[in-house]
């Protein structure tokens, strides 16, 4: 576990954030999420504890905000037993609004179903109506999305086929890249508070609006209100617009 403050004044309150399974679950720098939050949390004025949850320890007593990151098939293994002990505390979470961002192999369990390429079927917490099955050819690249949250940017790097069911909402339109499967230019899907997502990169470095989506949330959960700081994000904001002009230049 780790706390910071923020700089100069008294703290406007401690919001704290749980990494679901940094260990297994946080490749192609997931972890920068995480890291991310907690910064931007100081540069606000907010106080950000962050409690990294590994299987079998004890589920911290305070939770504010959710992350999760990507992982191999391995990985996923290992954390579901633990995932499943805390099942029905995640679906609670859900319904009641916490924001939860869940990246690539954690968005997958947080589905129906995850079909390997072996044919093992992992089955998901169904926080997220939506069934994956992977396969053999990978999807890689720098993506662009229309979101509720506005444009964001990411890279990705799956072999999992995801479907979402009807009626689930997708996180993002695809303007470039693959998105959920290659097909339907739909990326990852979003219920409540929750949004799982096929971006690493990390994500939220290179998106402020969507960090401070969460955190705004989050705050609010802990503490009553969101009372946001002055942040220069002008060094995000350009490389956010380089890669899109870059990516849709054609």
């Known amino acids: 576990m780790t706390a910071g403050t923020g700089g100069g004044g008294p703290s406007k309150g401690t919001v704290h954030i749980v990494h679901l399974y940094p260990r297994e679950m946080s490749i192609y720098g997931d972890l920068g999420n ?7 949390l100081r540069w606000h004025g907010y106080t950000p504890v962050v409690h990294q949850h590994h299987p ?3 589920w911290p007593e305070h939770a504010h905000l959710l992350l999760g990151g990507g992982g191999q098939d391995s990985g996923q293994v290992r954390v579901q037993e633990d995932l499943f002990t805390h099942a029905d505390r995640l679906r609670a979470y859900a319904a009641d609004g916490m924001p939860m961002l869940m990246i690539c192999g954690m968005y997958q369990l947080f589905g129906q179903a995850f079909l390997t390429v072996d044919g093992t079927r992992l089955p998901g917490l169904g926080i997220l109506d939506v069934t994956t099955t992977g396969n053999a050819t990978r999807m890689i690249g720098p993506v662009v999305l229309d979101t509720l949250a506005g444009e964001v940017v990411g890279y990705e790097n799956h072999s999992g086929s ?6 689930q909402e997708p996180f993002g339109t695809v303007r470039h890249g693959q998105g959920n499967n290659g097909a339907d230019r739909t990326e990852g899907a979003r219920v409540h508070e929750v949004i799982g997502s096929y971006l690493h ?6 998106n402020p609006a969507l960090a401070d989506h969460l955190l705004r949330v989050a705050a609010t959960r802990a503490t009553g209100g969101w009372e946001p ?22």
Request: net charge neutral.
């Open 34 to 40: 995480t890291r991310a939050l907690a910064s931007r």
């Open 56 to 58: 079998g320890a004890p």
């Open 162 to 167: 995801t479907v979402l069911a009807a009626g």
């Open 201 to 206: 990169g990390p994500v939220l470095p290179a």
């Open 229 to 250: 700081g002055e942040i220069d994000d002008s060094v995000a904001e350009q490389a956010h617009a380089r890669q899109v002009s870059r990516l849709l230049a054609g």
